[in-house]
């Protein structure tokens, strides 16, 4: 019989064959756009056109990661997002993120220990969970909650040295998943899973989320949970990231920072999108349908959850490597391949219509819920999810922020009155 590794090295290869094959294509449609002139020497001051959304700001210079919008790249600490989904362990990822470079094989072991070591829960914040209301309750409000508890509980929480706060950095990380988990089971009536300590951060992931042991998820799930958790790592100065940022530089605490990402996070125009996703291809239905359900959609100018960007003005690199990925999971089930088929249809109308006339894609979100759907998880967990992943941009660019913090404070134009007269309250008529 073979062993859990050596399954899980199976699925490894399967999915590395099909991102090698998406990112191929990649290279060859959109290797000769030019660059969009976002990388280089920086020193403030600098000029920038700003709109409306702060779209055009520039809050300083990183080098975590970049986003080509326009070829539609992502890279790691330089390292294209195609040849790390491909190839490497997400732990690898947290750790290029955090320190600057993809451990040797002694560094990585060490790292994956101290995460081990980093996973358990403490229980008070399993009895808070168990309090919060359910179902009215987002699970991206009950997460924000447990970082807050577990802030709590930290007697060094306060201490905002670069060290200090990277420590509480891998802490979160690795406590992630299993908070997430906790309140998916917790939702669900469901007895919690005891954490596995010998397998990896998305085998113990799928592990406590769906209380199948990580024997029996078939050879492929590890990999692509591996996969998405990667894609998700980080993105350019997000909303989410922003907000940890401007939070953390006022010297405040890690926790603090992380609680306002995931409050960011839960929105529908960011990672609140990919659970609406899922919504409004069940409201779509049918393949058959699709088409009349785009026109009325354009008809009423809504919104499509899952399309448009406000940097990639290409088709996003992640959803490139997800909608092979969620393909290949629907194989063996028709409900999935259906909602697949609904969805590949919606992306070929939306890039033939608002792709040329307004270079809207499907991004990131529009193919991750089918992927997690079909791993046995329920559409109100895929943006905690998200943040399992997330937390590492989130952390890892408050870090570097730290390192030469000046605190965020911009201005806004004041348009109300300048000289208004005091009237005592007695006089005053409405
Ligand atoms: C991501 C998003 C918030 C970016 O916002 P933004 O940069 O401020 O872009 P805008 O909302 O100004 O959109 C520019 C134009 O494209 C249109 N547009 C953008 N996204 C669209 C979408 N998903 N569906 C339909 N039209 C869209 C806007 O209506 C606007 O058209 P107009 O110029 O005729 O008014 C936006 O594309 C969106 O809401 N997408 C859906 C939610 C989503 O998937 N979020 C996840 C992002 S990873």
Redesign the pocket.
Known sequence: MKSRDEIFKEGRKVVKKIIDQAAETARAETDNVPEPGLTGDFTFPVKATLNK?L?GAITGSTGIGYVNGEKGWLLYRGYNIFDLAANCDFEEVIYLLLYGDLPDVHELEAFKKKLIGYRSIPEVVIDVLKKIPTPHTHPMAALRTAISVLGTLDATADDCSVDAEREVAIRLIAQLPGVVAAIARIREHKRLVPQDISCTHACNFLYTMTGESPIDINNISEAIMNVALILHADHGMNNSTFTGIVINSSLTDMYSSIVGAIGSLKG????G?NER?LYMLEEIGNINKVEEWFKDARAT??????????VYKAYDPRGRVLKPLAKKLAEDHPDFMKLYDIAEKLDDLVCKK?GKE?R?FP????YSGLVYRSLGIKSAMFTPIFAVSRIVGWTARALEYLQTNRIMRPRAVYTGDLKKKLIPIEKRKK
């Open positions: 959304g779209e529908p125009l960011h990672g999108a996703v100018k809504r919104k499509l959850m899952g399309f448009g960007h406000r608002l307004k809207i991004n990131v979100d529009f």
